[in-house]
C-alpha cells in the first residue's frame, strides 16, 4: 500500500515539474522571439533561463518540450513509463543531439580527436547546434558520421521512439475509428435513424393533410353558400308586385315546379333538334333536285311521286326516335367527385416533379387533361436531356404514384412535351344513354359512339369513313360493349331501310339479342361455315353494286342514293365477334372475301367490324391487317399482341373495362378513350322497341352455298388417282408430295375423300 502511495506521489510530482518545464519553456521562447533584444525585458530571469536551456540543447530545445509533453500524457492516462522505457528515450536522445551536431560539419579522418572535439563544440553552440549536450555526445561519435549503419540505426530509432511515445494515442485512435463504425452499422443506430426518418415523414404528412383540410373547409364553405344561394333563388314564388312580401315553395311544390322546368329544358332540346334536322332535309332535297333534272332521263317517267310516302316514313321515324329516346335516359355526374379529383390530380403534379427529380430529371408539369379514367400530365425536360430517361422509369412512377400502370407519350405529336398517363383514383362513368343524344351523330353516314377521350370530350367515329375496323382485347377489357355501342348507335340513328347487318356471333352470346330486329339481312350467324358464306355473298353483292354505278357513271353509293327515289342502297355493316373461330374452319375462304370487301367495298357501302380476343399472327394475318387500317386495341396480355393489331406497344398497359386505344386509317398516333357503357337491360329494351315497330325481313339466299362454293378442288380428281394407284394408306405429306401442293390444300382434299367414302378415318382406301 505504501509503495503505491509513494508511486503516486512520485508521479504527481513528475507531473507538475513537468508541466512547470514546458510552461516555462514555451513562456520563454515566446518572450525571446517577440521582443527586441535592446530591450529591458531581456535581461529578466525568464529570459536567462530560455538562454540556459538554448545553450544546454540548442536546436534540441523542442524536442524537449515535446519530451516533457509526452511525460505529461502518460502521467495523465496513468501509464507507467518503465525504467527501460527512460533509458531508451535518454539513449536516442543524446544519439539525436549528437547527429543533429555532426551532420552540420564536414568531417575527416585525417584530422585529431582535440581538433575534432573545437571544432564540435563551436558548432554546438552556434545557431543550428544541439548545444552543450549535442557537442559532448558527438565528439566519441565523430567518425562514425560517414557510417551508413549509424544512420540507419539512427532512423530506426527515432521509429520505435514515435511508436513508443505515440503507442496509447494511437491505438486509442485505432479504437475509436473502429467502434465507431461498428456503431453506425449496429441495429441500434439504424433502427434510431430509421424512427428519425418515420418520424420527419409522419409530421410531413400531418401538415399537408392539415393544409387540405383547411382548403377543403373553405371550398366547401364556398360550395355549401354559393348552393344555398342558387337553392333560395329558386324556391323563391314569383310576386304579382315589387311589394308583396317574399314567398317560398314548400318541398313537394318544388318537386312538381323542378318537373315542370325539366319538362320544358327538354322539349326545348327536341324542338331544336327537330328544326335543325328539317333545315338538313330541306339541303338534301335541294341537292337532290338539281342531280335529277340532269340525270331524269335514267328515271321511269311512269313513276309516281313518293311524296305521300316518304312523309309517311318520317312520321314513323319521328315515333320511333321518341320511343328510343325514352329507352336512353340521362344519367347525372357527381359533382362532388370532380371536386376530389382534382385535389387527387394537384397531388400528383407534385409526386410526379419530386419522383423525377430524384432520378435526375428536373422536369416540369406544365398541362395536363382529364378524362373519365385516365389523366395524361404534360411535362417539359431541360435541353440535353434524353427523352428515354423519362419513359425509362416507369415502374418507379408507378410505385410513387401508387398507380396500376403508366403509359408514356414521347413526345406528344405536334408538342414539344412528353405526355404520362395515369389512371385516375376516382374515376368517371361513361355512359352510352349519355352520348346518344350528340347532335354530332347526324353529321356523318355511319356515325358512331365510341366513349370519350382523354379530355373528357365526346368521340364519335364514321364508320363509312374509317372504312373497316379490326378490334382486338382480352377477356372482360370491353370489346363486346364497344361492338354492342357501335349496333346500338346505328340502330338507333339509322332506320332499317339506310342500313343493314350481317352478325356473326360464334359464342352465341353477345350478339344474340339483336335477333329479329328489322336492321338484319339474316338471323345472327352462330356457325362458322355459314359466316364463310355470308362472307362470299358480300363479295358478290359488292361486285353487283358497282355494276349498278358503272351503269349510271356513279363513283360512289352516297350519290347513287340522292339520284335514285326507288331501290335505294343501304349500307351493309358485318360484324364478325370472333374471327379465331372462322380461321379455324375455313382459314383461306374467310381470309380471302374480308381481303376483297376491305379492299373494295368501301364506294358501295359495304363495311366490315372483325373482332378477336386472339391477336395472334395466324388469326390477324397479314393479308387481314394489311387491309383493316382502322383499329382499336382494348387491353393485351402482352407487348407482342400490342405490336400486332397496333404495330406499336402500349395496348398491354392499358386498364380493362372499356380503356382503349383508337388508331385511325391514315394516322400513326394513337388516342385514348374510355369506351361508353351500355347495359344489357338498355340492349334488351332497345331491341324490343325496333321489333315492336316493325318485323325482321329476311334474305336466307345469303346462307345459301352457290354453285362455285360446291365445286370440288382441281387435284380431287388427281388424288382419286393417286388413291386406285397406292397399295398403303393415303396421308396429308403423301398428297402434298406427290401432287405439289400445300399443307392446307392437302389437308382439305384428305378431308374431303374421307366425308365421300373414298377412304376411312385411318386414311386406307375403302374397297
Do not use: C
Amino acid at each position: 500500500m505504501r509503495a503505491n502511495e509513494n508511486k503516486k506521489k512520485i508521479n504527481i510530482l513528475e507531473l507538475i515539474v513537468s508541466s512547470i518545464l514546458v510552461l516555462v519553456l514555451l513562456v520563454t521562447d515566446f518572450l525571446r522571439n517577440s521582443l527586441q533584444l535592446n530591450s529591458g525585458v531581456v535581461n529578466t530571469v525568464l529570459l536567462k533561463i530560455n538562454g540556459f536551456f538554448h545553450i544546454l540543447f540548442g536546436s534540441m530545445y523542442y524536442f524537449l518540450i515535446l519530451a516533457l509533453v509526452v511525460i505529461i500524457i502518460s502521467i495523465i492516462v496513468e501509464e507507467e513509463i518503465s525504467l527501460s522505457k527512460k533509458i531508451f528515450y535518454i539513449i536516442f536522445s543524446v544519439l539525436l543531439s549528437s547527429f543533429m551536431t555532426i551532420s552540420k560539419i564536414d568531417v575527416s579522418s585525417e584530422q585529431s580527436l582535440i581538433k575534432a572535439g573545437q571544432k564540435l563544440l563551436e558548432f554546438g553552440f552556434s545557431k543550428g547546434g544541439a548545444g552543450l549536450l549535442g557537442a559532448v555526445s558527438s565528439i566519441p561519435l565523430y567518425f562514425l558520421s560517414n557510417n551508413v549503419v549509424y544512420k540507419l540505426s539512427l532512423l530506426i530509432l527515432s521509429i520505435i521512439f514515435l511508436f513508443l511515445a505515440f503507442s496509447r494515442v494511437i491505438f486509442l485512435g485505432i479504437s475509436i475509428v473502429v467502434q465507431t463504425h461498428k456503431y453506425f452499422n449496429s441495429e441500434e443506430y439504424l433502427k434510431k435513424k430509421q424512427i428519425l426518418e418515420v418520424k420527419k415523414k409522419l409530421e410531413r404528412e400531418e401538415k399537408e393533410i392539415l393544409a387540405k383540410e383547411r382548403e377543403n373547409k373553405v371550398k366547401n364553405v364556398i360550395i355549401t353558400l354559393s348552393n344555398e344561394s342558387f337553392d333560395k333563388k329558386i324556391s323563391k314564388k314569383p310576386k304579382e308586385n315589387y311589394f308583396d312580401k317574399t314567398e317560398y315553395y314548400s318541398k313537394e311544390e318544388l318537386e312538381e315546379q323542378q318537373k315542370k322546368w325539366d319538362e320544358y329544358i327538354k322539349n326545348k332540346e327536341r324542338i331544336q333538334q327537330a328544326e335543325d334536322s328539317i333545315k338538313k332535309e330541306e339541303k338534301e332535297e335541294e341537292v337532290v333536285a338539281e342531280e335529277t333534272e340532269v340525270l331524269t332521263e335514267v328515271e321511269e317517267k311512269t313513276e309516281p311521286k313518293p311524296v305521300q310516302k316518304e312523309v309517311k316514313i318520317e312520321k314513323i321515324d319521328e315515333d320511333l326516335k321518341k320511343s328510343i329516346e325514352e329507352v336512353f335516359e340521362y344519367k347525372k355526374v357527381d359533382e362532388k367527385e370532380k371536386l376530389k379529383m382534382k385535389q387527387e390530380i394537384n397531388e400528383n403534379i407534385q409526386k410526379l416533379e419530386k419522383v423525377l427529380k430524384e432520378f435526375g430529371v428536373d422536369a416540369k408539369v406544365v398541362d395536363y387533361a382529364t378524362g373519365p379514367t385516365i389523366t395524361r400530365y404534360e411535362i417539359t425536360i431541360p435541353t440535353g436531356v434524353r427523352v428515354n430517361k423519362v419513359t425509362q422509369l416507369s415502374d418507379e412512377i408507378s410505385m410513387y404514384l401508387e398507380a396500376e400502370s403508366v403509359r408514356f407519350e414521347a413526345p406528344i405529336p405536334g408538342k414539344s412535351t412528353i405526355g404520362i398517363e395515369t389512371p385516375n383514383k376516382i374515376k368517371e362513368n361513361v355512359y352510352f344513354s349519355n352520348l346518344i343524344h350528340d347532335k354530332a351523330l347526324e353529321q356523318g353516314e355511319l356515325s358512331v359512339v365510341l366513349g370519350k377521350d382523354i379530355i373528357g370530350r365526346d368521340k364519335i367515329i364514321d364508320i363509312a369513313k374509317m372504312p373497316h375496323l379490326l378490334i382486338a382485347g382480352q377477356t372482360g377489357s370491353g370489346k363486346s360493349v364497344a361492338i354492342n355501342t357501335i349496333v346500338s348507335t346505328l340502330i338507333s340513328k339509322k332506320s332499317s331501310d339506310e342500313v343493314k347487318f350481317i352478325l356473326v356471333d360464334p359464342k352465341m352470346v353477345e350478339l344474340m339479342p339483336y335477333n329479329g330486329i328489322p336492321h338484319l339481312l339474316v338471323p345472327v350467324i352462330i356457325d362458322p361455315e355459314q359466316a364463310a358464306i355470308a362472307l362470299k355473298w358480300a363479295v358478290s353483292e359488292m361486285e353487283l353494286r358497282y355494276k349498278k354505278l358503272a351503269e349510271l357513271g356513279i363513283r360512289n353509293i352516297k350519290s347513287y342514293n340522292r339520284l335514285v327515289k326507288h331501290d335505294k342502297m343501304p349500307y351493309i355493316v358485318i360484324i364478325i365477334d370472333e374471327l379465331a373461330d372462322l380461321m379455324m374452319v375455313s382459314a383461306n375462304s374467310v381470309e380471302t372475301s374480308i381481303a376483297r370487301i376491305a379492299q373494295k367495298a368501301r364506294a358501295v357501302g359495304i363495311h366490315l367490324i372483325v373482332a378477336t380476343q386472339r391477336p395472334s399472327t395466324d388469326v390477324i394475318t397479314g393479308m387481314i391487317k394489311a387491309n383493316l387500317p382502322s383499329r382499336i386495341s382494348f387491353a393485351l396480355r402482352s407487348q407482342i399482341d400490342s405490336r400486332t393489331i397496333l404495330d406499336q406497344v402500349g395496348a398491354e398497359k392499358l386498364l380493362g373495362r372499356g380503356d382503349m386505344l383508337l388508331l385511325e386509317s391514315g394516322s400513326s398516333k394513337l388516342e385514348r378513350i374510355q369506351g361508353a357503357y351500355i347495359s344489357d337491360d338498355e340492349v334488351v329494351n332497345l331491341t324490343t322497341v325496333l321489333k315492336s315497330k316493325k318485323e325482321a325481313v329476311y334474305n336466307m339466299d345469303i346462307l345459301t352455298p352457290t354453285e362455285d362454293e360446291e365445286d370440288q378442288d382441281p387435284y380431287y380428281s388427281k388424288a382419286l388417282e393417286l388413291v386406285e394407284k397406292a397399295e398403303d394408306k393415303i396421308s396429308i405429306s403423301l398428297l402434298q408430295r406427290e401432287l405439289k401442293i400445300g399443307f392446307n390444300r392437302a389437308s382439305r382434299i384428305n378431308e374431303e375423300l374421307k366425308n365421300n367414302g373414298v377412304l376411312d378415318d385411318s386414311g386406307y382406301k375403302i374397297i
